[in-house]
């Protein structure tokens, strides 16, 4: 696994991707070819992993170690975009083996495995509406309100700064920032990454604790990005504030402000675990809507936004920082600005309006009508006097 610290350095890898790629290479190639011999293996060796690996289930080795796993857990399979990023480390390893000169060639095959579609469940906007209005819980509710305003991951919410709001921004319309995320990464990864890409440590009061909370830039430049408040978000982030202050008189010499706009009474910051088990809680407690993970929020409100832009995908790309089609996005910003403002109103119109049942109407029976071809046709034969009468209705 020489080349393992050799890429992460190069690409200069995050301790969350670092620590992924890890888990891949324990769990996912060493337990299944790790005993063979770099030289013997051939492209049909790694055809016949790929081939086991679809009918292994997840989480059958952890840290390298074989797992006892329940008949429900033996029952979900790995993916085939798991299988895929296998194909992918392998042939990144394969080829810095063929660069230092270890092998002449690389048997990895040409053809990648397919990647795996998993539809994810989500809302319509009367769910999304209505469940927001169902959360109590202060925290919980701001969190999905950000998500699905903004299109927001978990973590980018998390990371969210009271000096990331701007009130008076696109004119009054109000504008947040999204420019990091918070994460709790493991120590070990942290050290063979370096600290390049964070931007906060926060202090882990767990003693023997093998991970850290971390503040971090965003994984891409395109996931740096401004989004447009709804008048019924900005009223709601000017009281949470307020709250915060409260909240901070209380105990003013107990209070651990931890910097954060999401944060506990004490000033702790919210992690990204604890908006998902707010989540899970406030799910179990209503289970007449459709079951989602947190992450489902995101693609709900960007589902209902190209539906509202009418598919305008600038637009919407520029609110939810996808890197795909980096370069329109980042080339024509300043063409968007306009069309997102009209998209943030339009979001807002729609997903603030109150719901009622449309009244059935009666179709309207139409006059008969005839196309000109026709009418044509029925005048060829028609008597001469009857011709100069219509010539003469048309011509009146």
């Known amino acids: 696994m020489e080349w393992l610290p050799k890429q992460c350095n190069k690409h200069k890898w995050a301790p969350q991707t670092y620590q992924s790629n890890l888990g891949t290479v324990q769990n996912l190639i060493i337990p299944y070819i790790g005993d063979m011999q770099m030289q013997k293996l051939k492209p049909y060796h790694l055809e016949d992993l790929y081939s086991t690996l679809s009918k292994t289930p997840c989480c ?44 002449i060639k690389s048997p990895v095959p040409v053809d990648s495995p397919k990647k795996s579609i998993q539809e ?15 959360m109590e819980d202060p925290i919980l509710h701001l969190a999905v309100h950000l998500t699905l305003v903004g299109a927001l991951r978990e973590g980018e919410v998390a990371g969210l700064t009271p000096e990331d709001l701007d009130f008076e921004g696109a004119d009054g319309t109000g504008t947040f920032r999204i420019n990091k995320c918070m994460q709790r990464v493991q120590k070990a990864s942290l050290a063979k990454t370096g600290k390049g890409c964070i931007l906060q440590e926060f ?98 409100s960007a589902t209902y936004q190209l539906m509202i832009s009418g598919g305008d995908v600038k637009a919407v790309q520029g609110t939810t920082g996808h890197a795909s089609a980096n370069l329109l996005v980042n080339t024509y910003a300043h063409i968007q600005q306009d069309s997102r403002k009209k998209l943030g109103k339009k979001f807002e119109e729609g997903f603030y309006k109150p719901r009622t049942t449309p009244a059935q109407t009666v179709p309207v029976e139409s006059e008969p009508t005839i196309s000109v071809s026709a009418l044509l046709e029925l005048l060829k034969d028609a008597d001469p006097s009857v011709k100069a009468q219509l010539r003469l209705a048309l011509l009146t």
């Open 60 to 103: 059958q080795y952890y840290e390298g170690k074989k797992q006892v796993l329940s008949e429900k857990q033996q029952q979900r399979l790995l993916s085939g975009t798991t299988i895929h990023e296998v194909h992918r480390l392998l042939r990144t390893a394969f080829q810095y083996a063929v660069e230092w000169g270890v092998l």
């Open 120 to 134: 994810r469940a989500i809302w319509d906007a009367d769910e999304m509406w209505a469940a927001l209005a169902s």
């Open 203 to 300: 202090e882990d009061k767990r003693e023997g604790s093998t991970t850290t909370l971390v503040l971090k830039k965003t994984k891409t430049a395109s996931s740096n990005r401004t989004i447009f408040m709804t008048a019924v978000l900005k009223e709601e982030l000017k009281h949470w504030l307020k709250r915060l202050e409260m909240d901070e008189a209380v105990e003013p010499e107990r209070y651990r402000n931890s910097g954060m706009l999401l944060r506990l009474p004490n000033g702790l910051a919210v992690e990204p675990i604890l908006i998902r088990k707010k989540f899970i809680k406030w799910q179990d407690e209503h289970p007449e809507f459709t079951r989602i993970v947190f992450h489902g929020l995101r693609h709900s």
